[in-house]
């Protein structure tokens, strides 16, 4: 046995509060940190002691516990793969597959030693009267918010009994936590000194030190060959093409598509030297005109998902990855990246008056449509070849609004719409509406809200929704 410090906040200051035999003559010493109050093992036992003479005493789970975890996961992420971390035979496994969720199963000292699954990879972690029985378990904690997506779900519990070397409270659960890089969403049970349970779903903490980290692409094993296609609406984006290009991911991307609207300066030049696929408007037709050629030119190319990505450097092209992955698993047929998950509009620079108009219209648009999208607005887009196909994306404006039209065209139609979180970047280069047009583009958002509630509300039927 190994004298330790508190793992929770490092301190070496403690009183002890009993001894206790769980097995044969193995006897723990537990103390109770004068800092943060965590009840703990000390000495701790070996490796050896922990993961094979206490490694049987464990709690078993029932039926009803795991219909409640689960129940509860689907309130917040309906399905999707899903890591279940145990140190006993639950019935949990078998719950979750009739549920849906994709399982993969990890044993206690597999949660305790090397990872081994890539990083975003699990929808959700389930971590089952574990973490109360390992050596380390901020450090496993830490591993396995690696392999969580960045909207993923992890539930925790903590039960008291024979084989625990931690004894958890709410707070103390908590504190580890967040320590670890969690923001809890909900935490559960009581737990007086070696006795009950506590429990705690969680998010991965938002914070900036995490951004990074957050939008790394979600980690994706199918290789169906999907035809997947970039396409750049462009008008005087010469400073900030190469760079654009450069981010994109061509390993997933097959085709680069870039429609110059009659530009000013030598984005055609640049584009073509670039290699890409460049077509020319002899005159300006307007973002939603230019999007209309970069869709049709996409889909005559043999496009099965085309993603829309402004030249301009304001969008993050690396995690086009994430942005088609639910159409590739078929949950979507159009995915947008918003900068309001994560606030990664203020972080990135958005002026106050552009952010507040935007949550303001995105909820009239919410309400109007019947949905709940956190961004209406945003120019990062991919849409199944099946969305394109079925929407008259013709019959939209010229103009910006085009973007919130086909969103109605989507709705309309029962297509469905995922977003993902994203950053985005306000500098001098970047292309952004002012505030003169910005009253415009609200304008012609509501008229184009009245004309969809006309639509589907009334006997007046719009050829643009049909």
């Known amino acids: 046995m190994v004298e330790t410090k508190c793992d929770l906040c490092g301190s070496d200051s403690y009183y002890p509060v009993r001894t206790v035999q769980p097995a044969g003559d193995i006897k723990m010493r537990f103390v109770k940190c004068r800092r943060c109050g965590l009840v703990y093992a000390n000495p701790r036992p070996s490796d050896e002691i922990i993961f094979g003479r206490l490694g049987g005493g464990m709690h078993r789970g029932t039926r009803a516990d795991a219909l409640a975890v689960l129940n509860t996961l689907k309130s917040i992420r309906k399905s999707g793969r899903l890591l279940y971390v145990s140190c006993a035979d639950e019935p949990f496994a078998a719950q979750a597959r009739n549920a849906g969720w994709d399982i993969v199963i990890s ?4 949660a305790a030693g090397a990872r081994k699954y890539p990083d975003n990879y699990f929808d959700a972690v389930v971590i089952e009267a574990v973490i109360a029985r390992i050596p380390d378990p901020k450090a496993v904690l830490e591993e396995l918010r690696k392999t969580l997506k960045a909207d993923g779900i992890l539930y925790v519990n903590c039960k008291a009994g024979d084989g625990a070397i931690y004894y958890f409270t709410r707070a103390t659960l908590a504190g580890l936590l967040d320590n670890c890089g969690y923001f809890p969403l909900k935490i559960n049970g009581i737990a007086g000194l070696f006795r009950g349970k506590v429990e705690a779903y969680c998010r991965k903490a938002r914070k900036l030190e995490y951004l990074d980290e957050l939008e790394k692409p979600a980690y994706s094993d199918r290789k169906d060959g999907a035809r997947i296609m970039a396409v750049l609406p462009a008008y005087n984006a010469a400073d900030t093409l190469e760079k654009t290009v450069a981010d994109i991911p061509r390993d997933l991307v097959s085709d680069i598509i870039l429609v110059d609207d009659a530009s ?5 030049e640049i584009a073509e030297k670039l290699g890409l696929k460049v077509y020319r408007h002899k005159n300006r037709t307007g973002y939603g005109g230019n999007q ?3 869709y049709e030119k996409a889909l005559e190319l043999g496009a099965d998902i085309a993603i829309m990505v402004h030249p301009d450097y304001q969008y993050d092209p690396k995690i086009i990855p994430e942005l088609v992955e639910p159409i590739i698993a078929g949950r ?4 947008f990246g918003s900068r309001m998950m994560k606030g990664g509009a203020l972080i990135g620079g958005m ?3 552009k952010h507040n108009a935007n949550i303001l219209l995105t909820a009239v648009e919410n309400v109007v449509f019947g949905t709940y999208l956190t961004e209406y607005h945003s120019g990062f887009r991919a849409y199944s070849k099946k969305a394109l196909c079925a929407v008259d994306f013709k019959e939209n404006s010229d103009s910006f609004i085009f973007d919130t039209e086909i969103i109605a065209q ?16 306000y500098f001098d280069e970047a292309s952004s509406i002012k505030l003169i047009p910005s009253i415009a583009y609200g304008l012609g958002i509501l008229w184009t809200l009245l004309k969809f509630w006309l639509h589907t509300h009334t006997f007046v ?3 643009q929704f049909k």
């Open 107 to 110: 044993g206690l000292s597999q």
């Open 264 to 268: 000013g300066d030598n984005t055609v």
């Open 292 to 294: 209309k050629t970069c």
């Open 332 to 335: 979507a047929d159009a995915v």
């Open 351 to 353: 002026p106050p008056w």
């Open 410 to 425: 989507l709705i309309a139609h029962n297509l469905k719409i995922e977003e993902v979180p994203i950053k985005t970047r």
């Open 461 to 463: 039927k719009l050829r």
